[in-house]
């Protein structure tokens, strides 16, 4: 490809691709880098038109300093994964500046694809994929249109098409058999996850409640069996343990996992978590320690964890104990935690507990002492509960009586401990939404939830959710259920059309597939597909090899069908050729070895009415076929004219000056 300066449709298709590919990354780039990126593609675009100049080396050389340094200042590095695509996205805006041939364009088309791999680094939906084929595509038709300048946009989308269709079937192969690795390739930057909300592992008043207000999927459950009733759907999470006077932390040391006595049938389930950066695995209480797979380990507080932070969708099959009995022996140094408070603080509740103590008969009557005074008394459920001071368990208590499920179960437990009942704080999500159509539960953000646990003579770690004593709906239908008029609701929490929900779900429902059998293709899957093939269990040694026979294999048939098929011409070639073999109809052949100049010399002297727009059409020929001249607009030209050139009248046949006239044709049409 000779590196000839840009044609302005060239240009323009190039601007549109990067245009379309930086479009996505508007969502995650800040306002102002948008804004700037937007006017460098606008600038680009007017130079294409001519109403701009382009940049000198100079300005763009500060541009570029100018650009890094923002960048800079406002992520505090360059690096990482808002950094780096922040950079990336503007240093593609500035190389447009700079495109100036065909070389330059060819890199910024590539340039282009690396960007569009950048997507994926916050989303791999079905919608995010079809908009990035369809960028991949343009930048290939914008590349087709460099290779090949003759050619008009709709060819060079044929031609586009054509190629994407026929690469298909090696995306397939390589998607089957290129060996799936047990873990990722490379890492992940350290802030893919930064700006992703989530269940922490220390819990203050609020920090749930905000989660309430986000609809992001967090896992899918598929039970084997029907699913358990929404009252019985809690998925456990971080437990807390210590209470330092204002937020509930997870116990850093190591303990004996404690012996659970099932007392029911065990809930077979698959959990398909959603990438969250961190270890835990959100499972139906209580997961069955003799089942879990070689990847999961279980804390003392019955924690489930994987061995590695989940920075990909992964799917764990599991079984749930929904009747058990937790710990009924435990030992002092548990117990003792459970009791654990500080030295100081909250006054009036631990009046108030002492209180309860003094009254009560056993530990369970302390328990429907408090459970009583939260269902009797003034106490309110809400998402924006007022703010609370150093003594929050007191003012909540005894002054606002509002709050959200940590306002609860933080003060239920605080009170247990004063009572001298060990209790704890569990967090993780309770209910969900059935997806009828897909066949599994979706738990969301919104479903974010904390109950406590007690410590009961006989009877072990018990489960105690005081916000059902308050708002006995939110365990039933979910947190929309129970909240006053007015809350600050996410969309999919609110009332809606049913045909809306219907479509709502179906849509999740072919998400959920794509991501189980596309995005969720791992190693296991992949073994799993070739076993049932009845190919038995493969080894990744042996998928290379089948990958290497198969690739061989298509370029092998790939080759033996070019071979058979005629060279591809170029339009300004054809033209000439569909020329030659209109005048070789009328008996004036093209000798083998004769050029163009020869050929129209020769037959000028034999058919002089030819002469002169044969000879103007042999030298346009010779001068876009081997002159160096590379205009797409006089390619195209020279193909109208050589198709109008009126057909000669043969040799030997006396010439009707009827038919023409003057006697003389034209190339023109």
């Given at each position: ?16 691709g990067i ?13 102002w ?49 808002e ?13 447009l ?22 997507h ?27 290779t ?43 802030d ?67 012996a659970?006595e ?6 077979a ?8 950066g ?6 139906l ?25 989940l ?17 009924a ?11 654990q ?39 309110r ?21 509002r ?29 969900g ?29 018990v ?6 004593a ?8 979910g ?101 030659c ?25 034999t058919?002089p ?20 001249e ?11 004219q ?28």
């Open positions: 490809m000779a590196d000839t300066l840009l044609a302005r449709r060239e240009s323009l298709a190039v601007v549109l245009l379309l590919v930086a479009a996505g990354h508007a969502a995650h780039l800040p306002p880098l948008t804004l700037l990126t937007a006017t460098l593609l606008g600038w680009r675009l007017a130079a294409s038109q001519g109403w701009v100049p382009l940049p000198g080396r100079g300005l763009l050389i500060l541009l570029a300093l100018a650009c890094a340094a923002s960048i800079l200042v406002a992520y505090h590095t360059l690096f990482g994964r950094a780096g695509v922040a950079m990336l996205t503007l240093m593609v805006a500035l190389k500046m700079e495109m100036r041939t065909r070389r330059d364009a060819v890199l910024t088309v590539f340039l282009g694809w690396f960007l569009v791999l950048t994926f680094l916050y989303g791999q939906d079905i919608l995010l994929a079809l908009y990035l084929f369809t960028a991949t595509v343009w930048l290939l038709v914008a590349l087709a249109l460099l090949h300048p003759a050619q008009s946009v709709p060819a060079a989308m044929r031609l586009a098409l054509t190629l994407t269709i026929q690469a298909l079937p090696l995306v397939v192969l390589l998607f089957v058999l290129f060996p799936r690795l047990p873990g990722p390739l490379w890492g992940l930057p350290k893919t996850f930064a700006a992703r909300s989530g269940l922490d592992e220390i819990m203050r008043p609020g920090s749930i409640s905000r989660l309430v207000q986000s609809d992001e999927v967090v896992f899918r459950a598929e039970f084997k069996g029907p699913p358990p009733p929404a009252a019985q759907r809690y998925w456990r999470g971080p437990v807390l343990e210590i209470f330092d006077g204002a937020s509930w932390q997870p116990h850093r040391g190591a303990a004996v996992l404690p659970v099932a007392d029911g049938p065990p809930i389930y698959s959990v398909t978590l959603e990438p969250h961190k270890p835990w695995v959100f499972a209480e209580l997961p069955d320690p003799l089942a879990l797979g070689p990847h999961m380990r279980l804390a003392s507080t019955y924690q489930l964890f994987a061995t590695q932070p920075t990909q969708r992964q799917r764990f099959d599991l079984l749930a104990l929904p009747q058990h009995r937790l710990d022996n435990p030992d002092p140094h548990t117990l003792a935690r459970a009791l408070l500080p030295p100081s603080g909250n006054s009036r509740a631990r009046a108030l507990a002492e209180q309860m103590r003094r009254t009560a008969h056993s530990d369970g009557e302390v328990v429907e002492a408090v459970l009583r005074l939260f269902r009797e008394q003034d106490f459920y809400t998402l924006t509960p007022p703010l609370l001071g150093p003594d929050g368990v007191d003012e909540f208590l005894f002054d606002t009586r709050g959200f499920c940590e306002h609860y179960a933080g003060a239920f437990t605080f009170l247990m401990r004063a009572a001298g009942v060990p209790a704890r704080v569990v967090t993780g999500y309770q209910g939404e059935f997806n009828e159509l897909g066949g599994y539960l979706i738990v969301r953000q919104s479903d974010a939830h904390a109950w406590s646990e007690v410590w009961l003579p006989q009877r072990g770690w489960r105690v959710d005081p916000t059902a308050v708002a006995a709906s939110r365990i039933e239908r947190p929309s259920a129970a909240l006053p008029a007015g809350e600050p609701l996410p969309y999919l929490l609110r009332s809606q059309p049913l045909w809306l929900k219907t479509l709502r779900l179906k849509w999740d429902a072919l998400n959920h597939r794509w991501n189980l059998w596309v995005i969720g293709f791992d190693q296991e899957r992949q073994v799993g597909l070739f076993a049932r093939m009845g190919f038995g269990i493969v080894s990744w040694r042996k998928l290379a090899w089948m990958l290497l026979v198969a690739l061989a294999a298509s370029f092998i048939l790939l080759a033996a069908l070019t071979l058979r098929l005629p060279a591809p011409r170029d339009p300004v070639q054809a033209a000439w050729l569909r020329l073999r209109k005048l070789a109809r009328a008996g004036l052949p093209r000798a083998p070895q004769e050029g163009p100049l020869a050929y129209a010399e020769r037959i000028g002297k058919r009415e030819l002469a002169a727009p044969l000879a103007a059409l042999a030298r346009r020929y010779a001068a876009l076929r081997y002159g160096g590379n205009d797409p607009h006089a390619a195209r030209e020279f193909a109208r050589a198709a109008a050139f009126p057909a000669p009248r043969p040799c030997g046949k006396p010439h009707s000056t009827a038919s023409s006239g003057t006697g003389r044709p034209t190339a023109q049409p």
